[in-house]
């Protein structure tokens, strides 16, 4: 069918660039109209804020990861898009760090209204090549998002020199050796790299993947995913799936709850704190921070702050100022193992403006 909607998935680690491409996508001049799907972890939605302002419209499933919890979400808000074509051109779908990609992919084959209309056109994964070799060893879903990708791209160029690049992307051959490898800084690729690729290989999958198609195999029951999803943070990788991406296996005590997130609010916060503050835990907890980030409501400052991280590397901007109708409040998550929420929260209230 020529009319179906091309739909692309894009995976990749916590903090490895995903929304960065997104914004990318949405900027560019290309004529093209998206709808956004995006699903994040964490309780308070950080990421919508995080995407460029345009006219594209944007859907944010909050409630938990869209690999489980909320794939009946993402089933109606494709089923709702399709009763409105002709008003965009493509669909893109943003899934969190944590997602397995496979189950976000069956969705596009499970259900025969979404399957009529909508193709997947590829998934495409972020790998970042700073902390690449790190989630090899502590977070196998990164390692399932590559191999389950049609187009990886190894972003973050510039944290790294040629030989690492090169190590990584003989790495991600060797997950993967189907797909197509580009890299890139700051998500720079031209969008033909990675939109219209027809690049989603059913046959292939099925080669890899026999049960790709058994709907139970990846619908994990409500009761088993939920508490993981909706405030512990989970680790899709043990679902007892190997490279041959064996689904069959699933089991519930396999869910690793070591990933948390804390969701922090507060008012107006002091600069002179907020930045010596936010220095000093992540060198010293860095390195157990999968991810943080936040929006920063600074005494005296007439516009919004957006700080964000991977483990050590910080980066924070001014993004627009304050609208009148928004409540001047400062929102952060935290994402990682391990972490002292007690503490975290105490010093966060800490940095609060007298
Ligand atoms: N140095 C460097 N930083 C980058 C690059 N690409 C993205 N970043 C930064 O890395 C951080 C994470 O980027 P995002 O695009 O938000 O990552 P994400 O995958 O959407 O993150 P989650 O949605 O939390 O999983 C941000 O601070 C980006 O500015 C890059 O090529 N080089």
Same mark, same amino acid.
Request: aromatic fraction near 6%; charge should be negative; proline fraction near 3%.
């Given at each position: 069918?020529?009319?179906?909607?091309?739909?692309?998935?894009?995976?990749?680690?916590?903090?490895?660039?995903?929304?960065?491409?997104?914004?990318?996508?949405?900027?560019?001049?290309?004529?093209?109209?998206?709808?956004?799907?995006?699903?994040? !972890?964490?309780?308070?939605?950080?990421?919508?804020?995080?995407?460029?302002?345009?006219?594209?419209?944007?859907?944010?499933?909050?409630?938990?990861?869209?690999?489980?919890?909320?794939?009946?979400?993402?089933?109606?808000?494709?089923?709702?898009?399709?009763?409105?074509?002709?008003?965009?051109?493509?669909?893109?779908?943003? =899934?969190?760090?944590?997602?397995?990609?496979?189950?976000?992919?069956?969705?596009?084959?499970?259900?025969?209204?979404?399957?009529?209309?909508?193709?997947?056109?590829?998934?495409?994964?972020?790998?970042?090549?700073?902390?690449?070799?790190?989630?090899?060893?502590?977070?196998?879903?990164?390692?399932?998002?590559?191999?389950?990708?049609?187009?990886?791209?190894?972003?973050?160029?510039?944290?790294?020199?040629?030989?690492?690049?090169?190590?990584?992307?003989? =790495?991600?051959?060797?997950?993967?050796?189907?797909?197509?490898?580009?890299?890139?800084?700051?998500?720079?690729?031209?969008?033909?790299?990675?939109?219209?690729?027809?690049? !989603?290989?059913?046959?292939?999958?099925?080669?890899?993947?026999?049960? #790709?198609?058994?709907?139970?195999?990846?619908?994990?029951?409500?009761?088993?995913?939920?508490?993981?999803?909706?405030?512990?943070?989970?680790?899709?990788?043990?679902?007892?799936?190997?490279?041959?991406?064996?689904?069959?296996?699933?089991?519930?005590? =396999?869910?690793?709850?070591?990933?948390?997130?804390?969701?922090?609010?507060?008012?107006?916060?002091?600069?002179?704190?907020?930045?010596?503050?936010?220095?000093?835990? =992540?060198?010293?907890?860095?390195?157990?921070?999968?991810?943080?980030?936040?929006?920063?409501?600074?005494?005296?400052?007439?516009?919004? #702050?957006?700080?964000?991280?991977?483990?050590?590397?910080?980066?924070?901007?001014?993004?627009?100022?304050?609208?009148?109708?928004?409540?001047?409040?400062?929102?952060?998550? #935290?994402?990682?193992?391990?972490?002292?929420?007690?503490?975290?929260?105490?010093?966060?209230?800490?940095?609060?403006?007298?």
């Amino acid at each position: 069918m020529t009319d179906q909607i091309p739909v692309t998935v894009l995976t990749g680690y916590l903090g490895s660039g995903k929304t960065t491409l997104l914004n990318r996508i949405l900027s560019e001049d290309h004529g093209k109209k998206f709808a956004v799907i995006v699903n994040e !972890f964490g309780e308070i939605g950080i990421d919508n804020d995080l995407i460029v302002e345009s006219d594209e419209e944007i859907y944010e499933m909050n409630n938990g990861c869209v690999c489980c919890t909320v794939r009946g979400d993402l089933v109606r808000v494709v089923q709702g898009l399709m009763k409105r074509k002709g008003r965009f051109d493509a669909i893109l779908v943003e =899934t969190t760090g944590l997602a397995d990609p496979a189950p976000v992919a069956q969705t596009f084959f499970m259900d025969e209204d979404v399957r009529a209309k909508a193709k997947l056109d590829a998934v495409v994964a972020m790998v970042d090549a700073k902390h690449f070799a790190q989630r090899l060893k502590d977070a196998p879903e990164a390692e399932d998002q590559v191999a389950f990708a049609d187009v990886v791209l190894i972003n973050k160029t510039d944290l790294v020199d040629e030989a690492e690049l090169v190590k990584i992307e003989a =790495t991600v051959r060797t997950i993967n050796p189907h797909a197509v490898i580009h890299r890139s800084e700051r998500a720079g690729v031209s969008l033909d790299k990675v939109l219209d690729r027809g690049a !989603f290989d059913l046959e292939r999958i099925l080669e890899n993947d026999p049960h #790709f198609l058994h709907a139970d195999d990846h619908d994990h029951p409500e009761h088993e995913c939920s508490p993981a999803c909706d405030h512990h943070g989970h680790d899709h990788s043990h679902h007892g799936h190997d490279h041959a991406h064996d689904h069959s296996k699933l089991d519930a005590n =396999t869910h690793d709850t070591t990933v948390k997130s804390i969701s922090l609010r507060a008012g107006e916060m002091d600069h002179t704190k907020f930045f010596p503050w936010i220095n000093k835990l =992540t060198q010293i907890d860095g390195p157990d921070i999968l991810r943080l980030k936040g929006i920063v409501a600074f005494k005296e400052d007439e516009e919004r #702050f957006v700080i964000q991280g991977v483990h050590m590397i910080v980066e924070g901007d001014h993004q627009r100022p304050w609208r009148d109708d928004e409540k001047r409040e400062t929102r952060m998550v #935290f994402i990682g193992r391990n972490l002292d929420e007690e503490k975290i929260e105490r010093t966060f209230n800490a940095c609060v403006a007298a």
